[in-house]
Each structure stands twice: as structure tokens, then as C-alpha cells.
């Protein structure tokens, strides 16, 4: 019988290099899994050798630099910024990038090294002169509050730092570059890496730059046409080539660009150009921030946005018979999505990042056939770097071992000896996560949901077109509760007497938190409600609706009225919106979403002074007062944990466990963590 992802576990050979299957591991490293360390530490090697372990056919390796990068621009979330940069003129680095590549190659897998512009390529030593560090983009928030009357688009293009103009290039500087590039191949090559790859796209590099006629303007052979415009990347794998005659050679390339960029058809022309010299062609998008797709950039329907343009290569390039293989990036993370996208012939590698981050053990459970148990990405991108408290630590929300690979097994219990009977209060994410890994374990477990259904306030998910990923995740958690066996009581409020009844061993207590209101004149009107109610009953709203509170709860629940045709105005206090979302590609994302919505209105910087029944009374950044009328107002300012309801059902067995948020306001990550190491306890 044919393997259900018999496309995805193919093997592929790349000159004399087997691939064990499609399944590529791409440059993904979450940004702090270790502090300022030169060399990859335990932690680093623990990680990567999972995604090895768990069938991943070879493992991307980046952030190698040769310049000593000073400690404090290490710490921010910017390019020199990675807390992960590995100092290749380190002998201590070398030998335990030679640990790291061991723990891979001990599973089967083989190892990618990432080559990223370094800026000392352009000088004959390969090192920056002191002084020469390009400066970092200005920290914290925008000087002046943002206002949808006056704010502009933004992208991670404009936030980033400054990139060399490439009509100021030399040959001089283009043979440093080159000779450079291929000295740290070699370096890579000799340490026991099997795959050179090379970042050439978003016009993030010199190389890249050169490929578009948006930053391209010489007069020159570099200059001009796409034969002129591609010759100085083509001169870079020449010369990789003939230093690494059989070792396969990665180029990481935008499928096309933006509107006066070069196309899909260029790109095609570019593949007929280097058979021979490119082995794998890693096709992604044309800008950095889509590339790390959200439910704002792509669809239930269409999670891989590129899929089609690149598929248009794949196709041409198998037409054309050139010995090249292409690999499409970009979402891919659903197994059957993937080998239909082979099966298709739109790809001949599946690239995946955040699969290996949210599902430690993704590759197993693709070999056996399981795919229904992949937990879904809910694309909240806090894996490449979270924001607030949690900026210092790598995170994922749906994978709650994250940073904890290298020790998970000293923090948690052995399997149980004794199987107990376990309640569950509240059928939140806490509660299923906590049932779901306490079923798994082999306890007797009952779950106690006083309302109609499961998901908790996860169950918003069901309603904006965008939040699809958090929706297909809330389902995937519900779904378990049957596949492991766990008995679910609905419209069951527990009371303590309820639970005494039950003789429980455990309680675990995961009942939530609750809107607050501010205290604002009026918060309490008849006009007022909290925004996360009034799902599932827009249509009870009036057309023209005030939001107090701009951050991921206000915006999105003000994006989803827009969508129904509502016309919504954000009143925010601090300079900007959703400051509490992750800074790294998803600002970005979510503010040109709703600069697109024509409904959606905005002003940060502002203090509310009252709630009246016509409308909302605010003091702007200028000091200036305003009447903003509207017959409806929202609040989005905040939660409370449900902390007397946790207390009343204290004691009602031997041993009670705090769950999720409901003694600290908390997100899905909290949830997922704290449920997951109370019933690794257990």
C-alpha cells in the first residue's frame, strides 16, 4: 500500500548527495536559545538534532560572521542583532559547529551552511575596518503617535538597516566580496557541512540588490539587463563551483519582486543560466516580511502564497531538463498540503521553518502517516522573536517545550506508575492542553466546561477571515479530547461539591480570565461593551463603532467589524498600535493590512477622559481636547484572572493545580506551557 505522504518521503539526489526524503529544514534558528556565546551551546545542538532525529533530510546553519560583533548591538531585535551569530575565526566555534554538525549527521540528516552577506566581504580580508559597522535602526516607538490621517505604509524593508548602494560597488570590492564567499564555503565545506547555500534574495545583500532594477541602476556590464543585472551572482557560484567542484550548491532566490522588479519569467531565465553550477533552487517570495505568511498574508485556502509562481518554475525547469532542483518556502506546513504540492510537480523540496519549531517531533509523524496530529502553526511569528517581556526568550505558542529540548527530560516526571483520576475546570486551551498530555500519560481524566463548547476564548477564531491559523489550531486541540479519551462534560459548571463528588486525585483549575473595564467616566454605560463579546453578535452593532484600546485584541476585533462592514475608530494611549505584537515582520504585515481597510480608523497617543452616550471624550498627544461621536463603544483594555472562581474551588481534592491565566492574565503560550508541565508532573 502506498505510504499516505509517499511524495514528501521520496529520497532525491542532488549531485552525489542523497536526500532521505523532501522534508528541508531551512534557516530558522530561534533567535535566543542561547546569549552572546560565540559557538552554538547545548541548547543549539539539542535543537537542531531533533529536527534531525525526527526526519528532517538536511538542516539549515546560519549567522556565521568573522567580525567581532560589540555586545550591546547584539541584544535587539536587528540585523547584527541575533543573539545566534557564530564566529567562524573562533577555534572554540569551529569545534563545536563540528558537535553540532556530528548530532546531526548521528541521525541520518545532512547539514546546510548559510551564507548571508557579511559586510567585511568587501574588504580584502574579509573583515569590516573598525568604525565601518553600518548604524542600527533607532530604537523604541515613532516620535510622533501614529494616526491613520498621516501614517504611512510600512515594511521590514524601511525598518531594517541601510543597505549598500550597489552603483557605489567596485570591481576591487566585488573581487574581495567573491574570494571571500568562498573562503568561508570552504571553511563551512571543511567542518563537515554537505550543502553551501547562499542568501540572494528580498534585495537584502549586495548580490541580491544587484538582481533588481528597483535598486540596480548601473550603466555598466552589472547594469542593465537581466544577463548584465545577474552576472555579478553568477560570477559568486562560478567561482563556489570551482572551489567545491561536487558539493551541492543552494541559492536562495525571490520567485519575482514587486511591481518593476524582475519576474517570474526572469527567474526562470536565471535557472537556464546556472545548470550546472546552481544544484538547488530555493524560490521565496519577493519581499522578507511575506515570507513569514500570517492569516493577514495568506488563506485557509492558499497557505503557501507563492505556490503558484513557484510551481511555474518547477514546472519550466523540468520542461527545459535542466539538472537543477527547486524548492518552494513559504508556509508549507500541512503534510498533505506539501505532497500534493510534489505530487503536483509545483516543487521538488518542501522548505519548512516553523513546522520544526511547533512540532518537535513533525518529521516523525509524517513517516507514520499522521498528520491529523501535526499541531497547526497559529503564525503568531513569536518564534523569530516575541516582543514585551518575553522579547529575551525564544518562543512558541503551540510548543511548549521550546528552549527546554536540552534538559525536558530532567524537568519532568518518568511515566506514571499509578494511574489517578483527574478533573479538569474549564475547556480553554489551558484545560485541553492539560487534559490532552494527562490522557496521554494514561490518567483517568474528565473535563468540566460550564458552557455550550469548547475553545474558550479561542472560539473568537471561528469569526475574522484572518484568523484561520488560531481557528484550525482551537479545532486541532478539541479534536484530541476525543482521540485521547478524555470525558468531556458540557454546560457542567463545577462547584466544589460537584468535584468533592467525583473523588478526584487532581484538580486542575483552568478557568480563565475575564475582561476588565478602565476606570473611565462611563465605562459602565449602556453603550459600552467589552470587545471580546461581541463576537458572533456583530450584526447587534451600529454601523459606527468606537474601540478604546489599540492593541492585538482592539485592532483585531476592530479588523473583523470592518470586514462585516462596519466603520470602526481605535482610540489607543500609547504612540502606537498592537505594541503588544511581535516587532520582527508582523507589525508590518498586520499595519498593511488595515491601511487597506477603508472602514478602519486610528489615533495613538490619545487619553480618554469619559464615555458619554453619544460618544468618547479624549485629549490627544498635543494636549488638545476632541469629541469623537459614535453610538457604540468597545473596550480592549485588558483582563483579569478569574482568581476568585479558582479560590471557591480550592480543596476540592488532595492536590489542586493553577492552570493558564487564571491567576495571571496571560496568551496562548503561557497556557500551553503551564498545562503542559502540570501534567508532565503528574
Known sequence: MAHKYAALLTPLRVRDLILRNRMYSTASTPHFLQGTESAPNEKVITHFANRAKNGAAAITINHFHKDNIPSPLRTIDNPPGHFNLFDLGDASCQNYLCQLLDAIHFYGAKATGYLMADPGWMYPDGRMPAGGMPPMPPMGGPRAPACSETDGLCSAEDDGPPQMDVSTITREMMGNFIRNVVQEATDLHRLGFDIISMHCCYRHSPQASMLSPLTNHRTDEYGGSWENRTRFLREIFTALREALPNTPLECVFSVSEPEGGYTVADTIEFAKMTEGIIDILHLRSGEMDPQHPLGFTSTEEMPTPYLEEMGQVCRAVHELGLNMAVAASAGFQNPDWANRALEEGKADLICMARSWINNPDY????????????????????????????????????NPILGFEDKIQRMTAEAPEQRQKVAVVGGGISGLEFARIAAQRGHDVTLYEAGEKLGGQLNHADYPSFKWPLKQFKNFMIAQMDKEGVKVLLNTPATKELLEAGHYDVVALAVGSKPVAPPIPGADGANVRFAAEIYGHAEELPEEIIMIGGGEIGVETALYLCEVGKRVTVLEMLPELIADAPHAHYKNMVHNYWKNQPNFRYQCGVKVDAIEPGGVRYTDHKGEAHKLEAPAVLLAIGTKARVDEAMALHGAALKTLVLGDCDAAGNVQKCMRSAYAAAMTL
Open 363 to 398: 518529521g516523525r509523524k509524517v513517516y507514520e502517516g499522521r498528520g491529523e496530529d501535526v499541531v497547526p502553526c497559529i503564525r503568531c511569528n513569536k518564534c523569530h522573536v516575541s516582543n514585551g517581556r518575553d522579547m529575551w526568550r525564544s518562543v512558541c505558542s503551540v
